[in-house]
């Protein structure tokens, strides 16, 4: 009894040996149960391990995959996350992936460079306006910790992406946005990015959600671009106020713009109503053309502004001259045609004003100061330095505008007169086409002048070096026959002189051989 007692204790002692075991197989524990009971001996000494699997290259056939590391395979290199003490941007590279590293320049990049470096200056220096764990911004809203992800609630992603681009290039914080805004003054900002402002108010529908947040105690839980809109334009009038500032920043600049490009459109048109020599010119070039037309084309009665350009194409016959070089010459010593560039100024200027984008800026102007009236009658006594700002632009304002409305219409007006003046319509006509033709004519006709005064002055120095050569010539010929004339006279004379001492000589020989036969000779006798 006690060897069964011991031998069915030594049976649960193997047993339990045998579930610790992690790697017997089935079969290993079926023999261990039909071993015989043997007094003393415990199945856990007297069971071998298992042999381990054979080693190859690879997974084997039939069995799971083996843990990464196994068998050769190499591990993917995981990313690695520095903690950082401040929320640093990102920087936008962009990762280039590639197998081997190995032939690149970064096969030599040292991965913990970072740890040499002073990296805490860094994160001063870099880090972002806004950090994650704050309780608190400047704007008094509460901020929530890097782990706390919110998404858009109120608004749109498209809206919300913007309006996050926007909060970063702007230079102050919401709070004092509407501090400056209130006092409708906001001098350190680009007016570009506060027009963009202006676009993202939002909807009456969004402004009861908004409301409807911050009464339950859960605005928190919204966006932080969506809390910056509600910080804005939870203050009333918000909008009208930064259309006003918007209004109040441009207001000089687009008087600057407009008023001197109405003024020159005004007396350019003027000076084509008013110009004698114009008629006069106009009846020259009709006079011409109709001569040439009339025995193809016939006769006409007037022509379009625009064919003031074609009078250059017209050539001499040998081509080296135009129908403008002709005019030129014709009015050169005629006042009456000549002052007419005298006359007709500042064509070009308003040749490249556009009437309908200048009345869309008196609109802007128009509409801008009945805001601000709006928005100074709205305007309560709290605020008194404001209303005063905003009173004494508006005074100002008020005088301006009028007066703009005023060069506005008389530029039409001049405009309307000068284009039916010149037989065109005025409804189908702007600036460029009519300014433009005239003002290009008058260059073109006083570039055929100075033409003509090159080409004049050309042939006056071609007469002068073709006289001075011609009188070079003369002089040339007449010493050559001078020359001639005395190489002959100096011929001649020697001639002579050789002709008279042989004469000479020969009579004297003849007169003593012919005293020779009459009077003997003798020989020493002299007179005495």
């Given at each position: ?21 992690t ?70 590279w962009?990762?280039v992936?590639k ?54 609630k ?27 805004v ?40 919204l ?46 048109g ?14 020259l ?97 709290k ?130 051989i ?11 006798v002299?007179?005495?």
């Amino acid at each position: 009894a006690a060897a069964a007692a011991g031998g069915e204790e030594n049976v649960c002692k193997s047993s339990e040996s045998v579930s610790g075991m992690t790697a017997v197989p089935p079969a290993t524990s079926e023999k261990l149960q039909e071993i015989p009971d043997a007094p003393g001996v415990t199945l856990e000494l007297s069971v071998a391990p298992p042999p381990p699997p054979p080693m190859s290259d690879g997974p084997v056939a039939g069995m799971p995959p083996p843990p990464p590391g196994m068998f050769g395979m190499k591990q993917k290199q995981k990313s690695r996350i520095i903690k950082t003490k401040y929320k640093l941007p990102a920087l936008n590279w962009q990762v280039v992936h590639k197998k081997s590293w190995s032939s690149t320049i970064f096969a030599a990049v040292d991965p913990d460079l970072y740890k040499k470096l002073d990296m805490a200056e860094f994160e001063e220096k870099f880090k972002l306006k806004s950090q994650p764990g704050e309780e608190k911004d400047s704007s008094g809203v509460k901020k929530f910790t890097a782990q706390q992800v919110r998404s858009a609630k109120v608004l749109d992603s498209n809206s919300c992406r913007s309006i996050g681009i926007l909060r970063r290039k702007l230079p102050f914080t919401a709070r004092e946005l509407v501090e400056q805004v209130n006092c409708y003054r906001v001098e350190s900002c680009d007016i570009d990015l506060l027009e963009q402002l202006t676009k993202f108010s939002p909807s009456s529908t969004e402004i009861q959600k908004f409301e409807r947040y911050e009464k339950n105690n859960t605005i928190t839980t919204l966006s932080d671009e969506e809390l910056f809109v509600w910080e804005l334009y939870r203050v009333p009038r918000f909008k009208a106020k930064l259309r006003s500032v918007v209004y109040m920043r441009k207001f000089d600049e687009i008087v600057k713009f407009v008023q001197p490009q109405l003024q020159a459109v005004y007396v350019a048109g003027s000076a084509i109503t008013s110009s004698p020599a114009l008629r006069k010119m106009f009846e020259l070039i009709m006079a011409i053309g109709n001569y040439a037309n009339s025995g193809r084309r016939g006769w006409t009665s007037g022509f379009q502004i625009a064919s003031l350009d074609t009078l250059k194409t017209m050539k001499t016959t040998d081509g080296s001259r135009s129908l403008l070089n002709y005019m030129a010459e014709f009015i050169d010593d005629r006042s009456e045609y000549n002052s007419i560039f005298n006359e007709l100024v500042g064509l070009e200027r308003a040749s490249q004003v556009v009437l309908s984008q200048m009345s869309g800026e008196l609109a802007q102007l128009v509409n801008g100061l009945t805001l601000l009236r709006a928005e100074d009658k709205k305007a309560n006594d709290k605020g008194s330095t404001s209303r005063e700002e905003l009173s004494m632009f508006l005074e100002n304002a008020k005088q301006v505008v009028p007066d703009i409305e005023r060069t506005c219409k008389r530029a039409h007006e001049a405009f309307q007169e000068a284009a039916e003046y010149l037989g065109e319509v005025f409804k189908s006509q702007t600036p460029a086409e009519v300014f433009g033709p005239l003002s290009r004519f008058l260059r073109n006709l006083r570039d055929a002048g100075k033409e003509n005064e090159a080409a004049k002055k050309s042939a006056e120095v071609a007469v002068k070096k073709a006289a001075l050569t011609a009188s070079k010539q003369l002089a040339t010929d007449k010493h050559k026959r001078m020359a001639d004339q005395l190489n002959d006279l100096l011929k001649k004379g020697n001639q002579t002189v050789a002709a008279t001492r042989q004469g000479a000589t020969s009579g004297f020989m003849d007169d003593m051989i012919n005293a020779s036969k009459v009077v003997a000779f003798r020989a020493g006798v002299s007179g005495r």
